[in-house]
């Protein structure tokens, strides 16, 4: 069976670790030391303890999310004569059938006014299906909204692969044409 493997990078997942520490830290440091600031907006009680619990909730999220991942043995992303094997992401969708995938798309979400995280989303012929086979209601919501605004619940980042995006994704479609072209002619 051709199987291509593509590794988790223990370096990129101990650098998104690492930051994940430091919001925590920011976190637990803005509740008890409670700093105040001449900015009348960042000084109101509100914001503050947003930035606060927000910033100590995505902090140990990313450390238990970043050092789940630091730790597994399997590698992140299978391609195979079956279909995609995920096990990088948080939903962890298992095997995508490439009967299932009706294309490979090239996603940008712009993340800040600098910067924008890049995916490699994959079109599904029946998305509700990868949807309602989220038990987590949170997480199922979040499928919905990525099917809606992206048109496909299923996104993969390369933020803790061992490849670079362009590589990622051209390495998918690449699979992926081959499955829906079995002569191997690239017309």
Same mark, same amino acid.
């Given at each position: 069976? *051709?199987?291509?493997?593509?590794?988790?990078?223990?370096?990129?997942?101990?650098?998104?670790?690492?930051?994940?520490?430091?919001?925590?830290? +920011?976190?637990?440091?803005?509740?008890?030391?409670?700093?105040?600031?001449?900015?009348?907006?960042?000084?109101?009680?509100?914001?503050?303890? +947003?930035?606060?619990?927000?910033?100590?909730?995505?902090?140990?999220?990313?450390?238990?999310?970043?050092?789940?991942?630091?730790?597994?043995?399997?590698?992140?992303?299978?391609?195979?004569?079956?279909? +995609?094997?995920?096990?990088?992401?948080?939903?962890?969708?298992?095997?995508?059938?490439?009967?299932?995938?009706?294309?490979?798309?090239?996603?940008?979400?712009?993340?800040?006014?600098?910067?924008?995280?890049?995916?490699?989303?994959?079109?599904?012929? *029946?998305?509700? !299906?990868?949807?309602?086979?989220?038990?987590?209601?949170?997480?199922?919501?979040?499928?919905?909204?990525?099917?809606?605004?992206?048109?496909?619940? +299923? *996104?993969?980042?390369?933020?803790?692969? !061992?490849?670079? *995006?362009?590589?990622?994704?051209?390495?998918?479609?690449?699979?992926?044409?081959?499955?829906?072209?079995?002569?191997?002619?690239?017309?």
């Amino acid at each position: 069976m *051709h199987q291509i493997e593509i590794p988790l990078s223990k370096l990129k997942l101990a650098k998104f670790l690492f930051f994940s520490v430091i919001f925590f830290v +920011i976190g637990i440091w803005m509740i008890v030391a409670d700093p105040q600031v001449s900015n009348p907006v960042f000084n109101n009680f509100i914001v503050k303890n +947003i930035g606060a619990y927000g910033s100590l909730l995505m902090g140990v999220f990313g450390i238990y999310f970043f050092s789940s991942r630091l730790f597994e043995k399997k590698p992140g992303l299978i391609l195979n004569d079956s279909g +995609i094997i995920d096990s990088m992401t948080i939903f962890k969708f298992g095997l995508i059938p490439w009967s299932d995938i009706v294309g490979i798309y090239d996603t940008d979400v712009r993340t800040s006014m600098a910067s924008k995280e890049r995916f490699v989303t994959i079109g599904l012929a *029946h998305p509700q !299906k990868y949807i309602v086979r989220e038990s987590n209601r949170f997480k199922r919501k979040i499928l919905e909204a990525n099917a809606k605004t992206f048109g496909s619940p +299923i *996104h993969i980042s390369t933020n803790g692969l !061992k490849i670079k *995006h362009p590589e990622l994704l051209a390495l998918i479609r690449s699979e992926f044409e081959k499955r829906n072209n079995p002569s191997g002619r690239m017309d």
